[in-house]
């Protein structure tokens, strides 16, 4: 079965990959996937190994360089190099400071026409002023219920 993604480096391509695994400067998922390209060089200057060998030499699985191999055909160099971003973005976390902000606002004066603040209104409120981008009630909840914050 023929390899799915060939990679044919150029002049260009190898000197400067050559340069980023011989300067000792690069990153250490830059180095590996920089010298996995270099030996999957099909081209004229290079002779391919073979996906399982060069995983085993570079102590990364198989499907890392055939991701890596697809993405160098379909987004070239510069992305194959980099790390792929992150489709989902990483979870909020709330620090001290946040907690700080929202027990300030719960034991300030209540909305107009209302008796006192609800976890609702604080959390609208923490969205409106930016405190946080988003936060769920049970958020508000739980850092009330740290600080011993009491709405009644």
Not at 47 to 63: Q, S
Not at 83 to 109: E, H, N
Not at 141 to 147: G, P
Request: net charge positive; hydrophobic share 40%; glycine share 6%.
């Amino acid at each position: 079965m023929a390899p799915r993604y060939r990679i044919t480096l150029t002049e260009e391509e190898r000197g400067q990959l050559e340069a980023m695994t011989r300067s000792g400067k690069a990153a250490a998922a830059k180095f590996v996937h920089a010298r996995a390209l270099l030996l999957c060089d099909a081209g004229p200057h290079g002779e391919p190994w073979k996906v399982a060998d060069v995983a085993e030499a570079l102590g990364v699985t198989t499907r890392t360089i055939e991701h890596l191999k697809q993405r160098f055909v379909e987004e070239g160099l510069a992305t194959a190099l980099e790390r792929k971003a992150r489709i989902k973005p990483p979870k909020l976390t709330y620090d001290g400071g946040f907690d700080a902000r929202l027990t300030a606002l719960a034991c300030s004066a209540a909305p107009d026409g209302r008796v006192r603040w609800t976890v609702r209104l604080l959390a609208e409120k923490v969205v409106e002023l930016k405190i946080a981008p988003t936060v769920s009630l049970m958020t508000v909840q739980r850092s009330l219920k740290k600080t011993n914050c009491s709405l009644i």
